[in-house]
């Protein structure tokens, strides 16, 4: 393996750096994850206590639906020359990778996940985050959420269709086969100090 020097939440790599490479690094699942995009691989920020609430609750609520859909948070996802790790996934049950004994595998996907949830961090790239929901919309998924809690807004991308920005009683997109009608309010509710 190529040289690689760790600093300051980034790695430096030689541009030649396969994903290959980034996959085989002892420390990329250490928390915060790391993400390969573009070549450079990038430590993910500290989620703060909004951010780490609502993937809670939301990993709760579309759990609790007793669909063919599982949600996981921080699963890793690798597809495309890419390897990312989202805040919420949610694959359909016939899509869980098992091994032999019929346990779940620890190590993510090998492909986009169905439907990927991301929380915006007052840290991250609004970019980079728009770019990985677009890249896995690109690579199969059907349906991206980019939730903002600073703007109490969301954005749904759908494959073929420009990106709805929703809030308040807005009603969010949820994949077809899942019955979960929330809207965009419901959502940030949720932040609210229950007594």
Avoid at 28 to 47: C, L, R, T, V
Avoid at 130 to 157: A, F, K, M
Wanted: charged share 20%.
């Amino acid at each position: 393996m190529k040289n690689i020097e760790l600093t300051q939440g980034k790695i430096t790599v030689p541009e030649s750096t396969t994903l290959e490479e980034f996959l085989k690094l002892p420390y990329i699942e250490e928390s915060p994850a790391w993400e390969y995009i573009n070549g450079e691989a990038i430590q993910k920020p500290m989620a703060g206590g909004k951010h780490s609430l609502l993937q809670k609750r939301l990993v709760a609520v579309i759990d609790a639906l007793g669909s063919n859909y599982e949600a996981f948070p921080e699963s890793r996802c690798t597809c495309g020359n890419r390897s990312v790790v989202p805040d919420v996934v949610v694959l359909s049950t016939n899509q869980l990778p098992l091994d032999e004994s019929g346990e779940m595998i620890s190590s993510g996907i090998d492909f986009a996940p169905t439907w990927i949830i991301e929380i915006l961090s007052p840290a991250q790239s609004q970019t980079k985050v728009t770019g990985n929901i677009l890249h896995c919309l690109r690579n199969g998924s059907q349906l991206g959420w980019l939730i903002d809690p600073s703007e109490r807004c969301i954005l749904v991308y759908q494959p073929d269709r420009l990106p709805d920005l929703l809030a308040g009683q807005d009603i969010l997109s949820v994949l077809e086969n899942i019955n979960l009608t929330l809207s965009v309010d419901e959502i940030f509710a949720w932040l609210q100090r229950k007594n």
